[in-house]
């Protein structure tokens, strides 16, 4: 079955220092994937997307690369900010595309001063 | 631009019994989808309209969960008898493209509605 794994233990880091947040699928081969940004007692909003025919996507303090041999998405975020503290989601289209997402657990970010 | 609305916010109900929410996507959004997202998960896609029609029901628990999605525009889930393992927040989120363009649309969300099942 489909599997996307995202680090289940908190990320702390220092201010300033980059980010970095791990995404794994298996059993399948998304056609692009795309990261989610969650704040306590809010929806997902939207980051970044990437197609499987690019390898590197910026905005801003955001880098995701996406890897279809390792099946894997880095999402970092550079000159980390506490604003950034958030819990990260990566969204794989699954099987059979349909503008449809599958959510990974997601990853909580902490950015202390 | 008014962003996806839902309401309500919170919800606290005894087990057995009914909960209806309601979504009301940003204007022109052909596609709405609905969530159910449990704490310390993702969030988990239960049904996916475009305009009115379903196009994917596939994790709906089709025997107490029902929604609709009248002209095209809002929508409602309904649980119908509730359980303690529905204490979640649903999600309601919309996007601008269809399921058949391939255009790969980001989604955009409500803030969700907390539901506590007793």
């Known amino acids: 079955s489909q599997k996307i794994e995202q680090n289940s233990e908190a990320l702390n880091i220092q201010e300033g220092k980059t980010a970095t947040l791990t995404c794994n699928y298996t059993?399948?081969?998304?056609?692009?994937l795309q990261w989610y940004r969650q704040d306590p007692g809010r929806g997902p909003v939207f980051l970044l997307l990437?197609?499987?025919?690019?390898k590197e996507k910026r905005k801003e303090r955001l880098k995701v690369t996406f890897d279809t041999t390792l099946k894997q998405s880095l999402f970092h975020i550079t000159a980390s900010q506490p604003a950034d503290s958030a819990t990260y989601l990566c969204?794989?289209?699954?099987?059979?595309?349909?503008?449809?997402?599958?959510f990974g657990t997601g990853t909580q970010l902490k950015v202390e001063l | 631009e008014a962003g996806v609305a839902q309401s309500p916010r919170y919800k606290i109900i005894e087990k057995r019994q009914s909960v209806a929410f309601w979504c009301n996507p940003i204007?022109?959004?052909?596609?709405l989808y609905w969530y159910q997202q449990i704490l310390g998960q993702g969030p988990k896609l239960l049904i996916q309209?475009?305009?009115?029609?379903?196009?994917?029901d596939s994790q709906l628990p089709k025997d107490r969960f029902s929604a609709e999605r009248l002209k095209g525009v809002d929508s409602t889930l309904k649980i119908q008898p509730a359980k303690l393992e529905d204490s979640a927040v649903y999600l309601c989120?919309?996007?601008?493209?269809?399921?058949?363009?391939?255009?790969?649309?980001?989604?955009?969300f409500g803030p969700g509605t907390r539901l506590t099942v007793l």
């Open positions: 989120a919309s996007s601008p493209g269809t399921s058949g363009e391939g255009g790969y649309n980001e989604q955009f």
């Open positions: 059993n399948y081969s998304p056609a692009y």
């Open positions: 990437i197609r499987e025919n690019e």
């Open positions: 969204a794989p289209d699954p099987t059979g595309g349909g503008n449809k997402l599958t």
């Open positions: 204007s022109g959004h052909a596609t």
């Open positions: 309209f475009q305009n009115n029609g379903v196009v994917d």
